[in-house]
Structures are given as C-alpha cells and as structure tokens.
Antibody, heavy 118, light 108 residues
Framework: QVQLQESGPGLVKPSETLSLTCTVS????????WSWIRQPPGKGLEWIGY???????NYIPSLKSRVTISVDTSKNQFSLKLSSVTAADTAVYYC????????????WGQGTLVTVSS | EIVLTQSPGTLSLSPGERATLSCRAS???????LAWYQQKPGQAPRLLIS???SRATGIPDRFSGSGSGTDFTLTISRLEPEDFAVYYC??????????FGPGTKVDV
C-alpha cells in the first residue's frame, strides 16, 4: 500500500519561501503523476500542481509564477517550493498520487499545516 | 476553467437515510472525468469514485456515482454513522488544470 508523508517547516515568514517534501513509501515514485493540493483552514481544496517522475511539471496559473515542484527519484521524494508567501498561503498542504487511469487523486498524505506569520 | 458547483451546501439527515449530493459543471466534463472524495475532520480526503461511477478499492457499495456531461450525483444509499463528513467533487478533464467543487457537508 502506497503511503505518502509530508515534511517541512510549520511556520514561514511573509515574503519567504515555503518548502515541503513528500516521501513516498510502499511503492516507486516512477511511472506516476504526483501533486500538491492545499486547503486553507475551514475552506475547500485547491490543486497547486503536479510533477511526473520524469521531472516535467504543470501548475495552476494563479500560482505559476511562485511555484516549483520537483522530483528526486533516488530518494522516492517530490518537493514543493512556493516563494513570496503571504498570509493567504496559510493552509494544510497535502501531497497526493494520481490514479493509474486519470488525474484523480488516489492516495493522499496526512497533510501538514503551514502558517505564514511573522 | 471548469467551475464546479455542489448542492446542497449542507445536508441534514439521519443514519439509515438516503443521501443525494449534486455536482454541476460550468461546461461539459469530457470522458466523465469526475471524482468524488470524502473528508472527515482532521483527515485527508479519501477517494470514493473516479470516472463518475467507478468505486475506488475498498469503498462500500452503498456509495454510488452517476451522471455525465455537466450533471453528476453521488448517492449514499443508507447512511452509516461514519458517513457524516464533507464530500467534494473534482474534475480532471481539463489537464493540466484540475478543479474541486466547494463541498457538501452531510451532518446529523
């Protein structure tokens, strides 16, 4: 059974860069798409972007100028960097694996709360 | 961008009752690329349905999905106590832009 675990700082200062890593266990990171999704407290879900194991990535247009998602197949990990953060970026950040037959999200990490505050 | 609207916002029901949740898209969802998720407080979402009607592994058969084009429905035939949660629909027909609906809360 595939398991995903997010890790990274829970507090980031405004204007700095948010950095999170998702470690995949129970399966290889190869041959699938991997996404980051966030959920502000008390609100709905927002897809941020995905990366393929080859390294190609795509992002939601509204965040494209600030986001980078990368993959490290040797460590079975993929990562999120979000620059110039503001309080509006405070959210629970989830990593997820896409399904084998489409871009739905078949497996999710437990999520990690990132607060942007000075 | 496909905008998803879910109704009702909150559905107040009792265990044993039938729940019918609606998800409407602002334009046609190609190939019925629509998924449903369940989220309980403090937990990550869990995939219930993909392709509009295919149950994910381990999902009880009281959960069923239907619909096509712009109108989709998630039905829970008989609510169990553990089914009280928030349900989200998500379209994945417009790669690489995937969108979620705002959610429907099913409570007692």
């Amino acid at each position: 059974q595939v398991q995903l675990q997010e890790s990274g700082p829970g507090l980031v200062k405004p204007s700095e860069t948010l950095s999170l890593t998702c470690t995949v266990s129970g399966g290889s990171i190869s041959s699938y798409y991997w996404s980051w999704i966030r959920q502000p407290p008390g609100k709905g879900l927002e897809w941020i972007g995905y990366v393929y194991y080859s390294g190609s990535a795509n992002y939601i247009p509204s965040l494209k100028s600030r986001v980078t998602i990368s993959v490290d197949t040797s460590k079975n990990q993929f990562s999120l960097k979000l620059s110039s953060v503001t309080a509006a970026d405070t959210a629970v950040y989830y990593c997820a694996r896409h399904g084998g037959h489409g871009y739905y999200f078949a497996y999710w990490g437990q999520g990690t709360l990132v607060t942007v505050s000075s | 961008e496909i905008v998803l609207t879910q109704s009702p916002g909150t559905l107040s029901l009792s265990p044993g009752e039938r729940a019918t949740l609606s998800c409407r898209a602002s334009q046609s969802v190609t190939n019925d690329y629509l998924a449903w998720y369940q989220q309980k407080p403090g937990q990550a979402p869990r995939l219930l349905i993909s392709g509009a009607s295919s149950r994910a592994t381990g999902i009880p058969d009281r959960f069923s999905g239907s619909g096509s084009g712009t109108d989709f429905t998630l039905t829970i035939s008989r609510l169990e106590p553990e089914d009280f949660a928030v349900y989200y629909c998500q379209q994945y027909s417009t790669s690489p832009l995937f969108t979620f609906g705002p959610g429907t809360k099913v409570d007692v």
